[in-house]
């Protein structure tokens, strides 16, 4: 039997219950930040050894779950079954900056957008960018320093 979908799944209640899940969210408000600025991999080492490949987690701010080993990252950024959102993900921090951007876009969307983007970013095409735009950095900077009256 199949099970019904919420296809508009930006409109579902974020699931931010995750006392199940072991871990810590670190101090209040800033919760890892400072450990994991001063030392990203043994934060994340520790919080490993201390509860395992699925945790909870806190960072500036932020609640979530840390995922560590790659059959996880696998899982997430495959993302085959689309259990997972980027934009919900994003939209907190980096969405508010910029709505609409390719890593805010989630499953075909995003794969849809990706590939018209990537032939700009090929080898030939950047190498045409740099003879294109070469020319007008050296006058610009040859530029800087003279009084324009």
Do not use: C
């Amino acid at each position: 039997m199949a099970t019904a979908v919420n296809t508009d799944y930006k409109l579902a209640p974020n699931n931010d219950k995750l006392d199940h899940i072991p871990g810590s969210f670190g101090w209040p408000i800033i919760g890892h930040t400072f450990p994991l600025v001063k030392d990203l991999y043994g934060t994340i080492d520790k919080q490993y050894k201390e509860f395992g490949p699925v945790s909870r987690f806190g960072l500036a701010g932020f609640k979530g779950v840390l995922l560590v080993g790659p059959d996880l990252y696998k899982e997430v950024y495959l993302d085959r079954d689309k259990n997972f959102s980027a934009e919900m993900g994003y939209m907190g921090s980096l969405g508010r900056f910029y709505k609409g951007a390719l890593l805010l876009r989630d499953h075909e969307e995003h794969r849809f957008q990706r590939r018209m983007m990537q032939t700009a970013f090929k080898n030939d095409a950047m190498k045409g960018y740099i003879g294109t735009m070469g020319p007008m950095i050296g006058e610009a900077v040859e530029s800087w320093g003279k009084n324009k009256e």
